[in-house]
């Protein structure tokens, strides 16, 4: 057997092998063939081990440390803890190349989670769950919700503080229904089912079901729900990354996400989750920026249909380099929710996300954009006041603005941030260079996309 350090084995420490598969079924195999893989990052997870064991003075952490000290406990087993330290795991390899799926950062996902507020009682999906960073996230965001002051601490992951929750104030019935009826996730590949199977059940929710299954190929029926044990008439809450840049052979694509003729799998996505919404349930997802400006039918048919058809609350502009080493492309979060029709869009700008936007995307700085923006997301209704009484002659000083629905109408349900920006000269004078090259290269990408969709398009007219 391969050796691998304490700290690693720490993390499988409460379950056998036999354990896992009782839990996760077969599929535990699979994310147990990564352990000879983990070698690699024993060290790392040792000094994380280390900063975990420091980093809470809550009276009920001190409980629990000096419980373990004295025998009546095993050591660092609570979920928290084994959860960041699978987390970190698989941090590691994803730096030493082993998994090739795009990961999210976390600070990312908490952002997104905060703009869309998964509440107690409301089901929470992710259609392309990857290692499940969205649903782990939206379990945290709740508990918290629900704890007394006494039941919060302070946590660190991945350089950055942020607070977390026992969740002290649910009762029985509802620690029930987060555990077994509340979390819901798909992705495509066997061996992230299995790894987000594992992070789900290290931190307590063993009975939470990740599909193995492309939902923009397989459609499930109403009987094939209840089979499956899935709510039968749509989510609450979508939260996910899903992939882009990529296309299906057309004759894959299952009817219900079709729009016009495109095969651009960032567009299906979109068509996908707001299907599988409840009415007026909420939505936040990641897209390459083509998606707000791109010019081909499909793309203007869909911005259409989230404007007449559904409520675009907001479009979050993520800076140019958040998911750096992995990929450069520019993007964006669409915050909506499903049914009426939009009266104004709220644009937030984020030019530093805490991390520092080099190649590598990992030391933490102190700039961070994001706890501002979504304050000011959740007093929309207020700040609509304080930009509608703005003095236009002068430079306007937030990283946040708004737009009407008509004037995003008059520019082909254009979503980019930087249509409406406010100008002035002070403004325009100090864009960040990176910022223009990015916008320049994605409109340069959705321009490609147009000449590659159209020549589909004439190649099948001529067949």
Known sequence: ???VGPAILLIFAPFTRHDFEGVLGRKAGGALLLLPRLRRVDIACQQFLCSVARRSSLRQRHDRVDAQRKGLLPPLVDPDTKGDMFEHVLRQIKQAGELGQFRTPRHIIRAIVDLVDPKIGETVYDPAAGTAGFLVAAYEHIRLANSSANGRELAEFEGKTFERGYGDRLNQAQWRKLQTATFYGNDVDGKMVSLASMNLALRGLP?????????????????????????????DVVLANPPFSGRLDRDRIVDDVKIGTTTATELLFVKYMIDNLKPNGRCGVIVPEGVLFG?????????????????????LSLPGGVFQPNSGVKTSVL????????????????????????????????ADDFPGLI?????RNEVWDKWRTRDTEQPWPDKWWLAAADAIESENWNLSASRYRPECREAADHRDPRELLAELRDETAAILGDIEALTVELGERVA
């Open 1 to 3: 057997m391969v050796a």
């Open 207 to 235: 009975d939470v079901r990740i599909l193995k299954r492309n939902v923009l190929t397989t459609s499930f029926d109403r009987q094939m729900k209840a089979e499956k044990g899935l709510p039968l008439d749509g989510y």
């Open 295 to 315: 010019s081909t039918g499909a793309h203007k048919e869909l911005r259409r249909n989230l404007m007449q058809n559904n409520r675009v609350e907001a479009v």
């Open 335 to 366: 915050v909506f929710a499903k049914g009426g029709r939009t009266e104004r869009v709220i644009f937030l700008h984020a030019d530093n996300d805490g991390f520092k936007l080099d190649a590598n995307h990992d030391q933490p700085i102190e």
């Open 375 to 379: 304050a000011a997301f959740n007093n």
